[in-house]
Structures are given as structure tokens and as C-alpha cells.
């Protein structure tokens, strides 16, 4: 017989039922709840007065739990940091998709313990701010042997693993993109299918045109690989419809979206993915929120932790800058940090605590969820649980 752990004491507990919240609505947190976990599931919830007997039991007086945040947009697998092209930013200098390149030189030149060694720390400070679910993309290599090696550390050490040869032309080749593109949708692609749970494409100007796109989206179909895209973070651009005709499992960023660009989003199983410290970061227009969910489109937030645009782990952080600056309630907050986060990598066991989700949770220092936006750049965190383990 497997051992049960009653979780009880709890002041107010984010389910998240999937059964019970429709696409968009905010979460309804249950008051002096409990859950029991069972093979690192979550086996039962309810009222703590009703709780079943349990081999062990924690009590966390009072505290509020949470689904544990899916983060479902990070670049975790480079080396070195790009300090001083932030503190230019802020002084003026606009944020361009070429400082990639940057990064990409210190990445090759690293060897596979330091990148792997990266993802770790950083997925660890993920974890101690309440993260549990982490998709990594690759892109810093743009050779087929750096974005193998790349890939391999991100399906290793996260819980989805992102295919982005196509980030930006690397510099080698920015007299013969299409060869580039080629490497790409064919070569990098075959070495790569084995390990990559989507493939990504940047497309953007001064990345890859709609073109471009094409032939990398209808490569990863034809390898039957699901695909996600960097859609309209600079500018108006042909990103999000791509993403929705190819039926992306979300469209990331969202900064500049048309009318047309929200109804299609709206329509479709495409989840838009916002990451609103990236526009913290490079001091940018945020998405409109607001016009996305009223349209009824599934909102995801997400950190897009990476050296340049945004190296923030933190997605209190996000979920605060989405109530504060999107308009978002904080409930609608909470939700797109863990169910949407779910949705936009189409997991049904994480981002919420049904019965049978993973036991994926976090004990907030703190009595209300309403809190992580009230109380901003506060450690609320106080515990972190995956699959029924303490991991923070
Ligand atoms: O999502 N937009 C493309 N990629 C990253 C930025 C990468 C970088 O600047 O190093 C992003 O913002
Ligand atoms: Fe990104």
C-alpha cells in the first residue's frame, strides 16, 4: 500500500479545477481546506473537517497553497549575462533581436557542465519562488551540434524541452539565410526530433520572415513535432495568424496584436502566451490583456527567463506586473501563471490541484493568493512541493 500525506490547515486553496473553471474565468479558492496526496497525486480535496485519515499529515496553519506556476517560456541553456546592454536599454538604446548573437558566441565556447550547470541554478531559483513546471527552449548554439547539446540539457533537466534553431540567422551565415534555414528544417531538425517536445520560431524582424516561418513550421508537421512561435513581440507582423493557422499550441508575447490578431486567438486552441517582464525589461508597451480575455482567448503568463530581454525566474514577479500594468484581476492573474502555463504546453496533469493532478503546490507565507500581487518583491514563497516531494 502507497503512503498518503494530508495537507491541512490550509486558510484558502487554489484548485484550479479544470472541470469546474471554463477557459478564462478566475479561480474560486476553497476557505480551512485540505488535500491528501497518494503517489504524488493528488488523491482528494475538500473541507479539512471532512478529511480522510492519512499516513502523515502537515498542517500549515492557515497559510494559502496554490497550484505550483508553470512556467511555460524560458531560454535556460546559455552562458555569460548581458548587464551592460540593460543598463543601455535603460538609458535609451532600443532592445534589437541581434544582441542574441552575444550570447550565442559565450554559449558555444562553454562546455556542457557549465550550460547544464546554468539550467540547474536556474531552475532552482525557480523553484524556491514557486515554479514546478519549466519549458526550456534552445537557440543560443544555431549549430546542429550547439543546439543538440542544447536541447539534450533542456529535456534533461525541464519538464519540456523547445527546439529554437530558428532564433536569429546566426552570424556565419547572414549572407545565406536560406542555408541557414535549410540547416535548419532539415539536418538540425532530423538530429533534433528525438529530444524536442515543440519546435519554436522567432519570427520577428530582424529574425525570420513569414517565409522563413513556413518552411520551419512545415518541417515540424511533417515530423509530427507540435509547434509554438515568438509572435509580434516588436511589431505588427504576421506571427500570431501563423501561429493559429498552424495551430500552435500558443503564441508567445502577443506585444502588438490587430483586431484581427485577437479574434483569430480568440477562435482558436491557440493559447496566448504574455510575458510581460520582458516589456518591464526593454521598456516596451505591454500586450492588451484585457482586450484577449474579454475577447475569450486562453491567456498564459510566462517569465521568458533568458540574459536578454528578460532574466527575471521570478513569476510572482510576472503575475504582479500582470495585474499592475495589464489590467488583469489577480485572479485571472493566478490562473494564466499555472493553468494557462498548463494549456500553453498542453499538460492536463500540472497547473491545477484536481484529483489526479501531480502534487504540484506552494505554501504561501501569506493567507490569500491576493497577496502575490499586493505585496510585490515580497519572498512569499514559504514551501515548494513536486509531485508530493518537498523541492524548495
Ligand atoms: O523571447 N525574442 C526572442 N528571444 C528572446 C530574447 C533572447 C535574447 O535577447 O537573448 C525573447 O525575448
Ligand atoms: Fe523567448
Redesign the pocket.
Given at each position: 500500500m502507497s503512503k498518503t500525506l494530508l495537507v491541512t490547515g490550509i486558510g484558502e486553496l487554489t484548485v484550479n479545477d479544470p472541470q469546474a473553471v471554463d477557459n478564462s474565468s478566475a479561480p474560486d479558492p476553497l476557505a480551512d481546506a485540505a488535500f491528501v496526496i497518494e503517489d504524488g497525486r493528488v488523491a482528494w480535496y475538500g473541507p479539512a473537517r471532512k478529511a480522510p485519515e492519512a499516513d502523515g499529515r502537515i498542517d500549515v496553519r492557515g497559510k494559502a497553497v496554490i497550484p505550483g506556476f508553470v512556467d511555460s517560456?524560458a531560454?535556460l541553456v546559455f552562458a555569460g549575462d548581458?548587464a551592460a546592454e540593460f543598463a543601455a536599454r535603460m538609458t535609451g538604446t532600443p532592445?534589437s533581436?541581434g544582441?542574441?548573437r552575444t550570447?550565442v558566441a559565450a554559449t558555444r565556447a562553454a562546455d556542457d557542465d557549465q550550460l547544464r550547470a546554468n539550467v540547474r541554478r536556474l531552475v532552482h531559483e525557480m523553484a524556491k519562488q514557486g515554479t514546478t513546471t519549466v519549458e526550456c527552449k534552445t537557440?543560443?548554439g544555431l549549430t546542429l551540434e550547439d543546439e543538440l547539446r542544447a536541447l539534450r540539457i533542456a529535456k534533461e533537466e525541464c519538464d519540456a524541452a523547445t527546439f529554437l534553431g530558428a532564433?536569429v540567422v546566426p552570424a556565419e551565415y547572414a549572407d545565406r539565410r536560406a542555408d541557414y534555414v535549410d540547416l535548419v528544417r532539415g539536418p538540425m531538425l532530423d538530429a533534433c526530433a528525438e529530444y524536442a517536445d515543440y519546435v519554436d520560431v522567432?519570427c520577428?524582424r530582424g529574425?525570420y520572415d513569414e517565409a522563413e516561418t513556413r518552411l520551419i513550421l512545415d518541417a515540424a508537421k511533417a515530423r509530427g513535432i507540435p509547434v509554438r512561435l515568438?509572435a509580434n513581440?516588436l511589431g505588427h507582423g504576421p506571427g500570431v495568424q501563423l501561429a493559429v493557422e498552424y495551430a500552435a499550441a500558443s503564441a508567445?508575447?502577443c506585444t502588438y496584436l490587430s483586431e484581427r490578431d485577437i479574434e483569430a486567438l480568440a477562435c482558436s486552441e491557440t493559447v496566448a502566451t504574455l510575458?510581460p517582464g520582458?516589456e518591464f525589461s526593454t521598456r516596451s508597451p505591454y500586450p492588451d490583456a484585457r482586450a484577449l480575455l474579454d475577447a475569450g482567448a486562453s491567456v498564459a503568463i510566462a517569465t521568458?527567463c533568458?540574459?536578454?530581454?528578460?532574466y527575471t525566474s521570478s513569476m510572482p514577479f510576472c503575475l504582479a506586473l500582470a495585474v499592475r500594468e495589464m489590467h488583469m484581476s489577480p485572479g485571472e492573474a493566478l490562473r494564466a501563471t499555472t493553468l494557462g502555463g498548463a494549456e500553453a504546453l498542453r499538460r492536463e496533469d500540472v497547473g491545477h490541484l484536481a484529483v489526479g493532478a501531480r502534487a504540484d503546490f506552494a505554501v504561501l507565507e501569506a493567507p490569500s493568493f491576493l497577496h502575490l500581487a499586493y505585496r510585490p518583491g515580497v519572498p512569499l514563497i514559504h514551501s515548494v512541493w513536486k509531485n508530493g516531494e518537498r523541492v524548495g
Open positions: 517560456h531560454h548581458r532592445y533581436a544582441g542574441i550570447t537557440g543560443y532564433h522567432f520577428e529574425a515568438h513581440q508567445d508575447h510575458l520582458v521568458d533568458n540574459p536578454g530581454s528578460c
